[in-house]
């Protein structure tokens, strides 16, 4: 027993060293780790202002190619003959939605999409000849963007479309007196989301292509299309 005593006597110096070792150490790790997780909170919290505060930027959204005919008439006049043309376009879409949003201060729910679609056709009445040109325009879809599709019919996505463009016509019109000329033109359709990665859509548009009375005589040349097409998405 007196041995077991004298032993325990003996270690108390050496306990009081090792706690004076060890607990500057465990006071320092602690505060170190405490400080470590501080950072990374603040760090976490300032990313995530700096994201919400951060202004959306407008970006190319899609890539597709869509082909087209058209029927119609130099703006009625039956002199001329029927206007028929076939067209292969390619699109390049961007989204606008941020700079309706900031700009035009509008919160459309559904997804808005700037347009660029060079294209080149073949005219077959009332000759053969060609065009080539170029659309800009804005199309708004009515779904809404945020929200997933549960089942196919949610995929079927309407659209309206607007805007204008230029085009080549190397087409001789007795009432028409220029061979480039100035794009309007409004559509609509459905786009059919395929996946996350493609889309296909089919839509109608009534386009006219006159120089804004540059020239005389004037009279202008409207068809109506119908397009067809796939889009890869981004």
Same mark, same amino acid.
Not at 206 to 214: G, L, T
């Given at each position: 027993?007196?041995?077991?005593?004298?032993?325990?006597?003996?270690?108390?110096?050496?306990?009081?060293?090792?706690?004076?070792?060890?607990?500057?150490?465990?006071?320092?790790?602690?505060?170190?780790? /405490?400080? =470590? &997780?501080?950072?990374?909170?603040?760090?976490?919290?300032?990313?995530?202002?700096?994201?919400? &505060?951060?202004?959306?930027?407008?970006?190319?959204?899609?890539?597709? +190619?869509?082909? /087209?005919?058209? %029927?119609? !008439?130099? !703006?009625?006049?039956?002199?001329?003959?029927?206007?028929?043309?076939?067209?292969?376009?390619?699109?390049?879409?961007?989204?606008?939605?941020?700079?309706?949003?900031?700009?035009?201060?509008? #919160?459309?729910?559904?997804?808005?999409?700037?347009? =660029?679609?060079?294209?080149?056709?073949?005219?077959?009445?009332?000759?053969?000849?060609?065009?080539?040109?170029?659309?800009?325009?804005?199309? %708004?879809?009515?779904? &809404?963007?945020?929200?997933?599709?549960?089942?196919?019919?949610?995929?079927?996505?309407?659209?309206?479309?607007?805007?204008?463009?230029?085009? %080549?016509?190397?087409?001789?019109?007795?009432?028409?007196?220029?061979? *480039?000329?100035?794009? +309007?033109?409004? *559509?609509?359709?459905?786009? %059919?989301?395929?996946?996350?990665?493609?889309?296909?859509? =089919?839509?109608?548009?009534?386009? #006219?292509?006159?120089?804004?009375?540059?020239?005389?005589?004037?009279?202008? +040349?409207?068809?109506?299309?119908?397009?067809?097409?796939?889009?890869?998405?981004?």
């Amino acid at each position: 027993m007196g041995f077991i005593l004298n032993f325990l006597m003996k270690m108390r110096p050496l306990k009081k060293t090792l706690a004076g070792f060890f607990a500057p150490l465990v006071m320092t790790a602690g505060l170190s780790l /405490s400080a =470590v &997780n501080s950072a990374i909170a603040d760090d976490n919290k300032l990313e995530t202002q700096l994201q919400r &505060n951060e202004p959306k930027k407008c970006r190319l959204v899609e890539k597709g +190619v869509l082909v /087209s005919y058209g %029927y119609g !008439n130099v !703006n009625n006049q039956k002199t001329d003959g029927p206007y028929e043309v076939s067209s292969v376009m390619g699109r390049l879409g961007w989204d606008i939605k941020p700079f309706v949003e900031d700009k035009l201060h509008l #919160h459309p729910k559904g997804k808005l999409t700037g347009l =660029v679609e060079p294209f080149t056709s073949a005219v077959t009445s009332p000759d053969n000849n060609f065009e080539v040109g170029l659309n800009l325009l804005a199309k %708004y879809n009515f779904r &809404n963007e945020n929200k997933k599709p549960v089942s196919w019919l949610d995929k079927i996505d309407p659209y309206i479309e607007g805007g204008f463009g230029a085009i %080549y016509a190397s087409q001789d019109f007795k009432y028409q007196s220029t061979k *480039g000329n100035f794009l +309007v033109q409004v *559509g609509a359709g459905l786009d %059919y989301n395929l996946n996350d990665d493609f889309l296909v859509f =089919v839509g109608v548009r009534r386009r #006219h292509f006159s120089n804004a009375k540059i020239q005389q005589p004037n009279r202008g +040349v409207d068809i109506n299309q119908l397009i067809v097409g796939g889009s890869w998405k981004f």
